[in-house]
């Protein structure tokens, strides 16, 4: 079993929908987590970056980790046909050495306009 | 902040050629990653540097690959008697020292071996 499960989709919507992309995670040391944007022929790109459970904002972003249930979202809100992209969730543990990232397949997202 | 700096952006060689990739870190972080990411699938972890110390190998890194990063600074990636099946973006990303510090990646450099 992976760390990180990621579904690969791909995934198409309208413009202007509400996109919702997620990952599970095996490990339950995991504590951090990140969203990465992957634009094609360029690495990946920070969006959102999170601590154990909850909810976090920024703009029409909004990610949210379920610890109990070991899944996190990424959800957004208003999509642009700029959004279309790779969506990549990753995890790691609570330590300040070594390699502790892992990350899913990747979703890729397509908005029509 | 200028980001991660990766050259070459594409590399094409011929199988049985060595190849050097470099990465130039975010200037104030100390830890740099090399990942290789093929196609469909998510980057995946080579080697690890903190300051000018490997710490860390995957087993992907094979004999034919390795990581330098002399000065604690810029890294370089080489590998030696390249094979078609090393196709792929090699991604370097920095972090800095503090522990919720995330990944910042490069744009990569995509090797095509023919």
């Known amino acids: 079993q992976k760390e990180v499960e990621q579904d690969p989709g791909p995934l198409s919507v309208p413009e202007g929908a509400i996109v919702s992309l997620n990952c599970t995670y095996s490990n339950s040391a995991f504590q951090y987590f990140m969203w990465y944007r992957q634009y094609s022929r360029k690495g990946p790109e920070l969006l959102m970056y999170?601590?154990?459970?909850g909810n976090k904002e920024d703009g029409r972003f909004t990610a949210q980790v379920d610890k109990s249930s070991k899944y996190i979202s990424l959800f957004i809100r208003d999509s642009q046909p700029s959004d279309s992209a790779t969506y990549l969730c990753?995890?790691?543990?609570?330590?300040?050495?070594?390699?502790?990232?892992?990350f899913g397949t990747g979703t890729s997202l397509t908005v029509i306009p | 902040d200028t980001g991660v700096s990766q050259d070459p952006r594409h590399k094409i060689t011929k199988r049985g050629q060595n190849v050097t990739f470099r990465c130039d870190p975010i200037s104030e972080h100390n830890r740099l990653y090399w990942y290789r990411q093929t196609l469909g699938q998510g980057p995946e972890f080579l080697t690890y540097f903190q300051n000018e110390a490997q710490l860390e190998k995957s087993r992907l890194l094979s004999d034919r690959f390795s990581a330098e990063r002399p000065k604690g600074s810029f890294s370089t990636l080489e590998i030696q008697r390249t094979e078609q099946g090393d196709s792929a973006m090699y991604l370097c990303a920095s972090r800095g020292g503090g522990v919720n510090s995330p990944l910042h990646f490069g744009n990569g450099t995509r090797l095509t071996v023919t």
């Open positions: 990753a995890s790691r543990a609570n330590s300040n050495t070594g390699n502790q990232f892992y």
């Open positions: 999170t601590y154990s459970s």
